[in-house]
């Protein structure tokens, strides 16, 4: 199984990104995914899932009305369009799939994760 996050970068506050991350090696369309975000000394933390079908969406509520998480039609791919950016967004973003049960922000509930991307955001 991989995973594999790409659309990290520089941006100025109030400006937009584009994540976006594919699982290859599953079973196609039959596991949730999710974005974490994780800085230097503080614990990943849960910004948004999506379930199987792409029906569902949840939200941290420090990114809620900023951010969409989306699924692509063949389900092995989720974007993460970030909007209104601000400094406090800046992180190392990972893509987690195939959720096992449990608390979605809990990233011990995920089999799977990418490497990263950074994200950065300029005041």
């Known amino acids: 199984v991989q995973v594999v996050e790409s659309g990290g970068g520089l941006v100025q506050a109030g400006g937009s990104l584009r994540l976006s991350c594919t699982a290859s090696g599953l079973i196609r369309g039959r596991y949730a995914m999710a974005w974490f975000r994780q800085v230097p000394g503080k614990e990943r933390e849960g910004v948004a899932t999506?379930?199987?079908?792409?029906?569902?969406?949840y939200y941290s509520n420090s990114v809620k009305g900023r951010f969409a998480i989306s699924r692509s039609v063949d389900k092995n791919t989720i974007y993460l369009e970030m909007n209104n950016l601000n400094p406090e967004d800046t992180a190392m973003y990972y893509c987690?799939?195939?959720?096992?049960?449990?608390?979605?922000?809990?990233?011990?509930?995920?089999?799977?994760w990418g490497q990263g991307t950074q994200v950065t955001v300029s005041s």
């Open positions: 987690a799939a195939d959720f096992i049960g449990g608390q979605w922000e809990d990233r011990t509930r995920y089999r799977y």
């Open positions: 999506i379930t199987t079908t792409g029906r569902d969406t």
